[in-house]
C-alpha cells in the first residue's frame, strides 16, 4: 500500500510526502514514492495523515452488556474515530477480574474486532473493593493495567494493600477516584447549577480526597498511580506538585471536561450525566492547562455507551458516561484547535503519541520501522453526529445532531483499512 500526497505529520511539522506500507509495518516515507507494482494506491490530496489514536479508557460492555455495546460496534466505533488501539476497562459482567475473562475479549477482538484492543484487569474481585483480584495470573493473560474504574476503592487499608501487591509488577494502577460518602446519590457537580436545577450535587471534594490519599499512598509504595478523567482544578494541582516531588504519578483528561462544563447540563439532556461531573469554568481551564503544561499526561475519552431507554429516563435515574469514541477528534479539532487553544500536533501527541508511549506500543507516530496505524483526515469537511450516523449500539453524547469539523475519512490499522467513510 502507498498513501500518496497526503500532509504527513513528522516532528510535529506536516509535510506533503508518501508513504510505503508492507506487512503492516511503515517501511519508507518520502518526497515521492513510485512503485508500479504496488496495487493499492491511496490519493490523500489535501488530507492530514495522523498516527492512529490510542485510548486508554473504553468500556466496550462486552461481555454482559452487549445491549449497550459490543466488542465489533465498540472497535467499529474506534475506527471511525481515527483509533487504532483501544483499551478496555473491567466493569463488564462477570467484571474481568480473571484470565478467562481476559482472554475472551483479547480472542474476539483479534477475530472480528476493528482495531487492536488491549485489557485492564480488574483491581479487587468484582471490584467490590475489598478482595485483591487474581492480577498476576491476568498478566499472563496479558493485561496491560488494573483499575476497579466505575467504583473507587473506599476502605485505605485495602489500598494500601492492593497498591503494595501491584507494585511488585510493572504495570499502573488507575483510579477512579470517588469519595462515597461525599458523592452520595448527587447527579451533577456540587455548586451554582446543582441548586437551581434542584439536582444532587457531587462535590470537586469527592475527588480531591481520594486523589490525596491515594498520592500519599503511592509516594509510600513507590507504585505507578494513574488518575482516569481527572476534572477539578485543585486534583490537578495535587498532581502537579506530585510530579515536582519525582512521584510517578500520571493523569488522563477526558474530551468533555476539556470542552464542557455544568452549564451544559441546565438542559436537563441526560447525555450530560457522567463521572466524574462536568465541572465549572475555572475547573475546564485547569485542565486545558494542566494538558498545555504537561501535568495531565494526555486525552482519554471514557467511552461509556448506555442505550437509549436507560438514557430516556428523568435525569436523577438515567446512567451516568457519555459515548466517546466517534466524536472525539472532531470535538476536541473544533472546540480547542480552530478556538486556537491547542496546536494540532500537540492534540495529535495527547490522542496518540503520548497514550502510545505510556504502554510502550510500537505506534503513536508516522516513522519508518512503526506499525501503519494511521488516520487519514479531512479537517475542513464536517461531520454530523446523527442517531443514524452513529456506529456505536449508543448515542449518548452530547453532540447528538450536532455539526463538528475534523472528518476521519480512512483508518489503517496494521496496514488493514478498518474505516472508509467513502466505502
Ligand atoms: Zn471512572
Known amino acids: 500500500m502507498i498513501i500518496k500526497n497526503g ?39 489535501g488530507k492530514h495523515i495522523l498516527p492512529g489514536f490510542v485510548d486508554l479508557h473504553t468500556h466496550l460492555r462486552d461481555p454482559g452488556q452487549t445491549y449497550k455495546e459490543d466488542i465489533v460496534t465498540g472497535t467499529r466505533a474506534a475506527a471511525k474515530g481515527g483509533y487504532t ?15 478467562a475473562t481476559v482472554e475472551y475479549i483479547k480472542r474476539k477482538a ?48 485495602i489500598m494500601l494493600n492492593a497498591m503494595k501487591y501491584v507494585s511488585s509488577f510493572n504495570i499502573p494502577i488507575i483510579i477512579h477516584a470517588e469519595d462515597y460518602s461525599l458523592s452520595g446519590k448527587g447527579q451533577i457537580n456540587a455548586g451554582k447549577m446543582s441548586t437551581k436545577l434542584g ?43 506530585a510530579k515536582q516531588r519525582g512521584l510517578k504519578i500520571t493523569a488522563e483528561v477526558t474530551p468533555h471536561h476539556l470542552l464542557l462544563t455544568e452549564e451544559a447540563c441546565a438542559s436537563y439532556d441526560t447525555n450530560t450525566k457522567v463521572k466524574p461531573p462536568l465541572r465549572t469554568e475555572k475547573d475546564r481551564m485547569a485542565c486545558v492547562e494542566g494538558l498545555l503544561d504537561g501535568t495531565i499526561d494526555f ?17 436523577s435515574i438515567a446512567p451516568f458516561g457519555i459515548n466517546g469514541l466517534e466524536t472525539a477528534f472532531a470535538s476536541l479539532f473544533t472546540g480547542l484547535v480552530l478556538n486556537k487553544k491547542l496546536e494540532l500536533p500537540f492534540l495529535i501527541n495527547k490522542i496518540s503519541t503520548t497514550p502510545a508511549q505510556f504502554l510502550k506500543l510500537n505506534c503513536g507516530e508516522i516513522s519508518k ?29 452530547p453532540y447528538i445532531n450536532k455539526t463538528l469539523k475534523g472528518k476521519i475519512e480512512k483508518t489503517i490499522c496494521e496496514g488493514r483499512i478498518t474505516w472508509d467513510s467513502g466505502a
Do not use: W
Open 199 to 241: 439536582l444532587g450535587g457531587i462535590p470537586a471534594l469527592a475527588e480531591e480526597l481520594i486523589i490525596s490519599r491515594d498520592i500519599m499512598l503511592a509516594e509510600n509504595l513507590k507504585c505507578h498511580l494513574h488518575i482516569a478523567h481527572i476534572s477539578t482544578a485543585r486534583s490537578i494541582q495535587m498532581v502537579r506538585e
Open 110 to 157: 483479534n477475530d472480528l474486532g476493528y482495531c487492536k484492543v488491549l485489557v485492564i484487569g480488574a483491581l479487587t474481585k468484582k471490584s467490590e473493593g475489598i478482595e485483591i483480584a487474581e492480577i498476576g495470573n491476568m498478566l499472563e493473560g496479558g493485561i496491560v493495567a488494573v483499575s476497579d474504574d466505575g467504583k473507587c476503592v473506599q476502605n485505605t487499608k
Open 7 to 45: 500532509l504527513v505529520l513528522r516532528k510535529n511539522r506536516f509535510k506533503k510526502m508518501d508513504i510505503q506500507i508492507k506487512k503492516g509495518i511503515i517501511t519508507k516515507i518520502a518526497e515521492k514514492i513510485d512503485d508500479t507494482k504496488d496495487k493499492q494506491i491511496i490519493d490523500a490530496s
Open 369 to 397: 520501522g512503526k506499525y501503519a496505524d494511521i488516520a487519514i483526515a479531512d479537517l475542513d469537511a464536517e461531520i454530523l453526529f446523527s442517531p443514524e450516523s452513529i456506529l456505536s449500539k449508543s448515542n449518548n453524547t
Open 85 to 99: 488501539t483501544i483499551c478496555a476497562m473491567p466493569n463488564t459482567e462477570p467484571i474481568v477480574d480473571n484470565i
Open 299 to 315: 486525552i482519554a475519552t471514557d467511552h461509556a455507551p448506555h442505550s437509549d431507554f436507560e438514557k430516556e429516563k428523568e435525569f
